[in-house]
């Protein structure tokens, strides 16, 4: 059972534009989200996180939305660059030392 | 300074020989993480160390194991590895200010013949 989802494998955006990632979640229990950039042969990059008791986190040109009630967060780029294009996973975790969850990941190409 | 870093970035190696990777992080994190990272997946975690000891282990065969000599390094020691062990091997760290949030290392490509 897949506790996090991203439902889209890809997106497509033109340079300048906003891209919008989304994934969703089941576990309720769930009360730490992050999104990691990962480039090929790469180990994934620490993008921006959001807690449970937030629902925007905002870091330049990055900002995560949580919607609770849906389950359902959002990562926002604007405005989208070439350098953006790369796979982004969504990953989640409940608190202690318990494992991060991960989505299967988006591939973003932002078009010149 | 959030860097991990992972030795060698490359490994080819037979299915009988031994080898190591290494990990290293001196950000004062107490949780350590292995995931290994095939083509077009995520990361699937291997093992967990907390404060030097393994809390988790995913099942993974006996043919990889970890070690943790000290709150910084993290080993994972290969042996008699299969050619479908073939993939990304990443380190990640967690602790600190950001204690929630896991930084990965830059991984060891991993290739069995």
């Known amino acids: 059972d897949q506790q996090v989802k991203q439902n889209s494998p890809s997106l497509s955006v033109q340079e300048g534009r906003i891209s919008i990632l989304n994934c969703d979640y089941t576990n309720s229990m769930f009360d730490y989200f992050l999104w990691y950039k990962k480039y090929p042969a790469e180990g994934p990059t620490f993008l921006i996180s959001?807690?449970?008791?937030?629902d925007k986190n905002e870091d330049g040109r990055f900002t995560v939305f949580l919607n609770k009630s849906a389950k359902h967060l959002s990562l926002h780029i604007v405005p989208s660059q070439p350098g953006d294009s790369a796979v982004y996973f969504c990953?989640?975790?409940?608190?202690?030392?318990?494992?991060?969850?991960f989505g299967k990941g988006t591939r973003l190409s932002v078009i010149a | 300074d959030t860097e991990v870093t992972q030795t060698p970035k490359h490994l080819v190696m037979g299915m009988t020989n031994k080898k190591s990777l290494k990990c290293e992080q001196h950000m004062g994190h107490r949780a350590m993480y292995w995931y290994k990272q095939k083509a077009k997946k995520p990361p699937e975690l291997m093992f967990v160390y907390s404060y030097e000891k393994l809390s988790i282990n995913e099942s993974v065969p006996s043919r990889f194991s970890p070690e943790c000599p000290n709150s910084s390094l993290l080993n994972l020691h290969l042996h008699a590895l299969q050619p479908e062990d073939s993939a990304l091997y990443l380190c990640?760290?967690?602790?600190?200010?950001?204690?929630?949030?896991?930084?990965f290392g830059p991984g060891t490509r991993l290739l069995v013949l």
């Open positions: 990640a760290s967690r602790g600190g200010m950001h204690r929630e949030t896991q930084y």
């Open positions: 959001i807690s449970s008791i937030k």
């Open positions: 990953a989640a975790r409940n608190s202690g030392n318990t494992p991060l969850v």
